[in-house]
């Protein structure tokens, strides 16, 4: 996505491609109409879309499920709502030492 900026010297708008890289400090910039340098600082944006309702934030229940993912018995009694970030531990669910020596003396192996 290309941004529309005003050039300092002719004040014609140019088109700016973003580059992939991160920035740092200013960059140097020609103008494709007049010709002259310039120099250009990018900042990041941060946008902002809705993700859904989430009736757990206004009184109603947390809808819960198990985490997942690799090794699997890290995950075991961590739960992640459904509609909101909340997040929680069941202490009795959680993986025992013996299940972590396994896993462990299992991939040394």
């Excluded at 005003?6 to 910039?29: G, L, R, S, T």
């Excluded at 909340?86 to 025992?96: D, G, I, P, Y």
Aim: proline share 4%; net charge negative.
């Amino acid at each position: 996505m290309s941004e529309s900026i005003k050039c300092p010297y002719c004040e014609e708008y140019v088109e700016i491609e973003p580059y992939d890289e991160h920035y740092e400090d200013c960059q140097e910039y020609e103008c494709l109409n007049c010709s002259k340098n310039f120099e250009l600082y990018a900042e990041p944006t941060i946008d902002y879309s809705v993700v859904g309702k989430a009736d757990c934030l206004n009184g109603g229940e947390h809808e819960w499920r198990q985490k997942t993912g690799s090794p699997e018995f890290y995950f075991k009694g961590k739960y992640i709502c459904n509609d909101c970030s909340a997040t929680k531990t069941v202490e009795e669910e959680l993986a025992t030492k013996a299940e972590m020596d396994d896993y462990f003396n299992r991939s040394n192996s």
